[in-house]
């Protein structure tokens, strides 16, 4: 193709990814502009590539983008386009309180009782989120041993391509002059930054409210250089022995379509060939103990044939807790996800989001079609008063007409939420059975490490001096007490747990009552234990794991902007340089790569 004609054809591309988020085509249409990407359906069923990434989540886009440079890669994702139900800030809610087998998240329910979400879509996590997008800390990077240089390169990039300043709005404004005036400080302004003190931090969400997701790193693929299948969900690594190399080699992976049909993919065998896996913190462990990578007894407990006994793999899954509040408010409040963060030296972080969207749809028309209560719907089975044995579709009906019968007035209003640093407790994935597309038995252990449970309560005390401070008293009631707002929403339908209602005034009793997620699960194939410094997995050849699955720790006070780097930096300035510089040269500029580089 003529380079004129080939820019052409990738402004096209891009202009069209650019709006996949914007506007509310069908699948359909989108699709026949889409050149490179294709249902699995219509995939052949045997094809060969340099590399084959496993997800097309919040790393895998970018990562697969990346490599598509020089290489033919193939994403292989398990969702569709991320074009319904996620597109604007408004539909935050609506994704995640959809729990059909189409919806582009995946409910599961840790075995703590906190319910989750997954992502099923082109774009993973980033479809679904709140969209706030900060930096790790210098110390995070110190710890992880990258080199910071090519760390802010490929944030920058990220930024470039899917970061924005937010409109701050009267409500998140009080919110950050509340935390300065609580005491954390000092005002950091707008910065992507993670350090203490109160900043407003960046955005995913455009100022429509449009959002931009990691499937927007697409645009930057060489047209020639990457396919992209939806549908496609990937059941197992194919590993072999090969002659003169102690471990199994990766070699390729077996996907299923819609319609059941198994496809084979293989590496196309060049010297730096290989599968990496980008399923996410449930996904990518789940997988390797689907290939034979995991604990042999609950393999074997599985009926699936060992191959590399790896205690490790599904063991040190985290979930930081949030814990937040309602406060209700006498003024209308518009509609504002995560903008303003409070990062306390005690290792609690504040933030906040608004608008009576978090319990009731937007428009009455919305509100008969979907007959649901956002995040904290009755119906997604989130009635934390009861005891589980009483949730039953009855319960769940009585308590949805309760929650239709309320005045709208009662969701006005916002939350203000507080998320650990860390944390210290962990827990661990198990398979459920050996079917790909069923999640894994999670637990996470919230609150198991004392000091986990000290941060909460740092948070809670931060929130209330929030709630009193003068600067947040516009939206507050008057007549509202600390007390009667906590133990208001104490009584908020947020996990399965069981209530102890008279005690819930102790900051200790309502971190533990009234225990969420905040989405930011990580582990499961950890730096150290599943995978070396250069994210190979330990005992076989061919095969990395990029994604949250590897951090110990989440980064930041939100991790997307790290999973997104993440998916960039290993192989941005390597795919690059290999290229235009001497070998010599590679392993002084970026000392953890492999080196001799047979992986690039
Ligand atoms: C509701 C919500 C709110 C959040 N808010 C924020 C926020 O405001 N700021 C922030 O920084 N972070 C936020 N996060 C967290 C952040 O989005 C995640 O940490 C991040 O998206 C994880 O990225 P990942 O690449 O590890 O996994 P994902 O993005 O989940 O990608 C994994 C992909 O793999 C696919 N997959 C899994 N198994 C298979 C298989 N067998 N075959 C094929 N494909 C498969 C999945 O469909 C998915 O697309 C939030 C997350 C959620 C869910």
Redesign the pocket.
Known sequence: MAPGLASSVALVLAAFLGCLCLVALSEDDLLENLRFVRRAQDAPLVSHYNYIV???????CPLAATLSEHSRVLL????GLPYRNMSNQQH?TDA?ADTSLASP??RFISEDGVVN??????????C???????RASTQYVQAAGWDARLVNSSYRWVERALVFRPDVPPWQAALRDALLEAGVTPDNGFTFDHVPGTKIGGTIFDNNGERHT?ADFLRHARPGGLTVLLY????RILFRQQEGVPYPVAYGVV?ADPLGVQHRVYLRDGAKDEVIL???????P??LMLSGVGPQTHLEAHGIQVLVDQPMVGQGVADNPMNSVFIPSPVPVGLS??QVVGITKSGSFIEGVSGSEFGIPVSEGARRLARNFGMFSPQTGQLGTLPPRQRTPEALQRAAEAMRRLDRRAFRGGFILEKILGPVSSGHIELRSVD??ANPAVTFNYFQDKEDLDRCVHGIETIEKVIQSRAFANFTYANASVESIFSDSANFPVNLLPRHVNDSRTPQQYCKDTVMT?????GGCQVGAVVDDDYRVFGVQRLRVI???TFKY?P??????T?MML?RILHEVASHLCHIISNELLPVLFPKLPYPPHAF
């Open positions: 496993i997800g097309g989540g919040t790393a895998g292989l994702e398990r969702g935050f995640l998240a995946q979400a997954r992502a099923r879509v082109l774009g993973g996590g980033s679904l989120n709140a969209g706030f997008y900060t990691a496609a969900t990937v059941s996907f980008s399923a996410g913190t449930l996904g990518s789940q997988l996800l995560v790909p597309r905040i989405w930011h699960y990580h994604d949250s699955s989440s930041g006070t939100n991790p997307q902007a999973v998916g």
